[in-house]
């Protein structure tokens, strides 16, 4: 039975136990309750939600137990326990028993108040009628003694006197008789005096049978000898306890069954003689009732503890394939590109990241429920995150025929200080589904506008606001109320048409809470929706000024030929603020055109323009021309040679600005990619040499394609490593040599880097040798992973995929730093590095339809160099030639463990070099591997054989050595 199952067990249980139980806010504003609580209160579920616990207090009881709350809210208190009375919307009033505690639990972001509430009504009736009783009959006996003294002096009177005592113990009995509660009296020895008939009902004894006899035979005997083992002490310690309100005992039947009991007892003086009185009450059911709720309240911590687990495993296996995928781009960024090719690289990169995006969404929902969601305050540039975005999804508008503008205003081009990771996740949520929602017809054009402008915030605090806008399909007033609710969407219709999981909206209003702000939208069916976001944004220190690198407007000239409105009007507003002169033309006709494009030092023209006037801009006009046209509609190919083309959609002013400069002979065509690596150039050292300057570096990684990445990462930065596949390889290295950083893998057979960790520490306390710095590397995110880490005895953690700004960070961090060498152009790659290439087969071998090596494969994550193809193919069929040995062998001894592990540990392999049928074999033989299935275990294995010799036949008989 699943988590989800399991909370709707609970639910139903909660439903219909007959305590009321309430779920508010620290306010007491009502969050959820069951249906006992609405029966108490007497409103209906529906009408509940907006109540506060105020409106349905009795006046009188509103404000005696306010400063317990305060305490309980406060944390000095644990809970609050009162009985207070509740009055209904018909004035009906109800005696409740109320218990509050404050909960955090990991699906809640804030404290809550759980409040049971026990209708004691008809017990509030009796207990009331109980101390009348007690009061009449201590009065009586009062009486009672004061005649029986007067009747010393006044014999007369003693008849009466008598009289009058026996009709008031009459009375007393008749209502003790009629009580719901056992009532039982008891003198000095513990004998019983009274007996009533709720006692009779409940014990099963006649008052006959139990008068004079001791209490004891009420209660069970191994409770007795451990609690009232001599009913003397338990009578002498009333004499200065008074009465005991409400102790929970256990009681026995005349059949022998034992059941909870709930006792008040009360001791009276008659006649110089103490007599006491206990009602007891059968709280078998109540004692059900918790046990049920405790039971409840494990299985939901039991789902959340599960939920946890099940993320953290995840995260490790959707990451760690991702490790090689983008460590791959970032290398491949480092070598020889064409600017196309590191456009490609870049979308592809970018493309990874995205899909990282859906793991993270998951991750970063079960952070903000759990309160564990950490937030950065770093410069950012807004301008600069909202057209990484706008790239990113560009592709998606012109695939839907859609028009993406983004507007920052200048003003918003300083930096700012917040968490840009958590601000590109607001804005492609909100970008996101704004192209989902906007549609093109051919008679109207879908239109989406994302903005960023500055903001006073409360006290003339900047502020900063971000906004999208789309003409799309709209939201409807009903629609509009569960919008921010987790894995919620619009309608029903909404996920079967769109897709989607219905986290992005939450995320965003959890996100915009945590860092201080407001989230909020205008929409109408139909009629497109705007969405805002509204964040302090405090300015960045002055160290963090920023230079865009585009060069200056002053004093230009600017000419600006447009049909599209919005875009002219936003560049006549931004050019200006950049220092130029902007005229927005009129066009009426090309004499027009002509006149005034004479006056201007550059004319901007969009591809409507151009093509209307093809002949002016042909023969006449000579002067810089910057064009802007929709690649999916015009080859540039078109335009004059001296006129610059700038791609439109998505329309990106900085791109417009950067073009005017280039058409002006001002700036660079070039555009170096603002989040690459510089390129370096270092010659590795030797490994003595690494080993005498403390930067030598051991990475311990069970994965094939992550050893090869990091190895390569760790060497772009002039560091050389040794690579081990577990914990046990790396003590024995560490055993020969000297390293000055460990960076390691926390899950891997044999020795995991936990167990690892443990032994390098505990060896450095037996030697006394000095502190070796161990970094975690993981694809488990959750925060945690990284607390295991550092309580373990690790020094630093880094999140698979490791990006090569976090490690060039990391290595800089930790060792010693080296020198670029001098006197070096750029590193140049070797002729030999296209020896080789991959010959086209005459005929596919094996009975496949397909090459065993999708080349492709290749190209998506190492790029087109074929030197590169050759070294990690060649590393691939070294290694895993064990591995494949040793899957046979666990396959005949039937070590299920160790074939799981090796299938796992090969599959990764595989798909990396592009063997997809391969990793398929082995993700199926895995999967086999953990149901114990012997026979299929033994068909896929021999499948993963034959599978693999294909992949060794292919790559031998078609790769040039």
Known sequence: MGPFLRQQQVAVLVDQIPVGVVIADLYGNFRDCNQEACRIFGIALEEIQGRNIADVTHPDDAHYDREDFRQLIA?????????????????????????????????????????????????????????????????????????????????????????????????????????ADAVITIDYQGRVQQFSKAAEKMFGYSAEHMIGQSVNRLMPPSYTATNYKDLKPFLNARRSAGSDKDKEILAQRADGSVFPGELSVAELTIQGERIFTGIIRDITERKRYEQELTEARNAAEAASDAKSRFLATMSHELRTPMNGVVGMLDLLTQSELSGEQRKLTTVARNSAMALLQIINDILDFSKIEAGKLLLESIPLLCGQLLEGVAELLSQECRNKNLQLYCFADPACTKPLMGDPLRLRQILLNLLGNAIKFTYSTPSAQGVIVARFQPLKGPSGAPWLRLSVKDNGIGISASEQKTLFQPFTQADDTTQRQFGGTGLGLSI??????????????????????????????????????????????????????MTDEIARDYLVDYLTQQGADVGSMHISGADSLAEKGNQVDILVVDQEVFFKHRSYFDHTYRKPLLILYDITRVNPSDFPVRAIGIESNPFLPNKVHHGIGVALGLASPLVENQESIPKLNYELPSIEAAEQQGSLVLIVEDNLSNQEVMKRQVNLFGYVALVADNGQEALKLLEQRYFGLVITDCHMPIMDGFELTKTIRRREKQSSTGRLPIVAATANALQGEADRC?????????????????????????????????????????????????????????????????????????????????????????????????????TETEDWPALVSLAHKLKSSAKLVGANDLAEALRNLEAAGKQRNTKSIQDLSQQVVQEYQRVMDFIRSNLMH
């Not at 209708?119 to 009959?137: F, G």
């Not at 060792?815 to 002729?831: D, M, N, V, Y």
């Open 75 to 179: 944390g000095k208190k644990h809970r609050v326990e009162l009985v207070k009375r509740f009055q209904r919307p018909n004035a009906e009033l109800v005696w409740c028993k109320v218990l509050v505690r404050q909960l955090r639990q990991a699906n809640h972001e804030k404290p809550f108040l759980l409040a049971t509430i026990e209708d004691i009504t008809e017990e509030q009736q009796l207990l009331e009628q109980r101390e009348k009783v007690l009061t009449e009959l201590e009065k009586t006996h009062r009486v009672a003694v004061s005649l029986m003294q007067d009747a010393v002096r006044e014999k007369n009177r003693a008849a009466e006197s008598l009289e009058r005592l026996e009709e008031s113990e009459a009375k007393m009995r008749g209502i003790i008789a009629n009580m």
């Open 508 to 561: 965003c209003s959890r996100l915009v809470e945590l860092m201080g702000g407001r989230i909020g939208f205008h929409s109408e069916k139909d009629h497109g929706s705007e969405f805002y976001v509204e964040l302090p944004a405090p300015p960045a220190e002055p160290k963090y000024g920023y230079d865009p690198n585009t060069p200056g407007l002053q004093k230009l000239a600017i000419g600006l030929c």
């Open 790 to 890: 550092f309580d373990i005895g690790m020094d630093d953690f880094i999140t698979k995929p490791i990006s090569l700004k976090s490690l060039q960070a990391l290595l800089h961090a930790w060792l010693p730093e080296i020198k670029t060498a001098r006197g070096r152009g750029p590193a140049k790659r070797s002729p030999k590095c296209h020896s080789h290439r991959f010959n086209e087969p005459s005929a596919p071998k094996g009975n496949s339809d397909t090459y065993p090596i999708d080349i492709g494969t290749l190209n998506t994550y190492l790029g087109a160099d074929q030197a590169l193809h050759r070294e990690i193919l060649n590393s691939f069929l070294r290694q895993s030639e064990p591995d494949i040995s040793a899957l046979r062998r666990s």
